[in-house]
């Protein structure tokens, strides 16, 4: 008893570790799932998603819908399930992650950085496509998708529906490799209905 208790112990450490190192903005579990008919959320999908058979076989994980309807809160729960099967995750807003990119390469951490990005065996991206990319943000995001293309899972969270990610794009060319890296052979969850903040509420 004394063994087992000890080994749950260090399981438990282990599990919060891996999710706060994740810097996930919610603490969110498959338990928590709420399956409003009109949410557009298949219950099976998300038991096998839950499996992270997915994150082992290197696919991704798209989620897209209007604002409020829970695609971050359902990002992090595959988040929290990486974390339980004891996979390393990262969560990142793209906004910052571009910042960070070129904050990078003027301290000479870029590298460092991006072997980060690269080795986490689940990157969740969140708030993509909020703004048009300039030509150097497109670069630096093709990159970063570039190097964790059939690496590593990559989950992606946008209010915009995928028809119109290309637009994002200054430069077309670059448009079509990332389109072409995320989109084909990846899971997609298209959250609808109602904002879930007024269904909590």
């Given at each position: 008893?004394?063994?087992?208790?000890?080994?749950?112990?260090?399981?438990?450490?282990?599990?919060a570790?891996?999710?706060?190192?994740?810097g996930m903005?919610y603490?969110?579990?498959?338990e928590e799932?709420?399956?409003?008919?009109d949410?557009?959320?298949?219950?099976?999908m998300?038991?096998?998603?839950s499996?992270?058979?997915?994150?082992?076989?290197?696919?991704?994980?798209i989620i897209?819908?209007?604002?409020?309807t829970?695609k971050?809160?359902?990002?992090c729960?595959?988040?929290n399930c990486?974390?339980r099967?004891?996979?390393?995750?990262l969560y990142?807003?793209v906004?910052?992650l571009?910042?960070d990119?070129v904050?990078?390469k003027?301290?000479?951490t870029?590298?460092?950085?991006?072997?980060?990005l690269?080795?986490v065996?689940?990157?969740?991206?969140?708030?993509?496509?909020l703004?048009?990319?300039d030509?150097?943000e497109?670069?630096?995001?093709?990159e970063?998708?570039?190097?964790?293309?059939q690496n590593?899972s990559?989950?992606?969270?946008?209010q915009v529906p995928?028809?119109?990610w290309?637009?994002?794009f200054?430069?077309?060319?670059?448009?079509?490799?990332v389109?072409d890296?995320l989109?084909?052979?990846?899971y997609l969850?298209?959250?609808?209905?109602?904002?879930?903040?007024k269904y909590r509420?």
């Open positions: 008893m004394l063994v087992d208790a000890e080994w749950t112990s260090r399981q438990n450490k282990y599990l570790n891996l999710v706060k190192k994740a903005r603490n969110a579990r498959i799932v709420i399956y409003k008919q949410r557009n959320l298949d219950r099976q998300m038991i096998q998603l499996t992270c058979t997915w994150i082992a076989e290197r696919l991704d994980v897209t819908g209007a604002t409020g829970g971050t809160f359902i990002g729960v595959l988040g990486a974390c099967n004891n996979y390393k995750v990142k807003r906004p910052r571009l910042t990119l904050i990078s003027g301290d000479g870029y590298n460092k950085l991006m072997k980060e690269k080795k065996r689940l990157l969740i991206l969140d708030d993509w496509g703004a048009p990319l030509p150097a497109g670069r630096d995001f093709l970063v998708i570039e190097e964790r293309h590593n990559t989950l992606i969270i946008s995928i028809g119109n290309h637009a994002l200054s430069d077309p060319t670059v448009a079509d490799a389109l890296r989109v084909h052979g990846s969850i298209e959250l609808g209905g109602d904002t879930m903040r509420k």
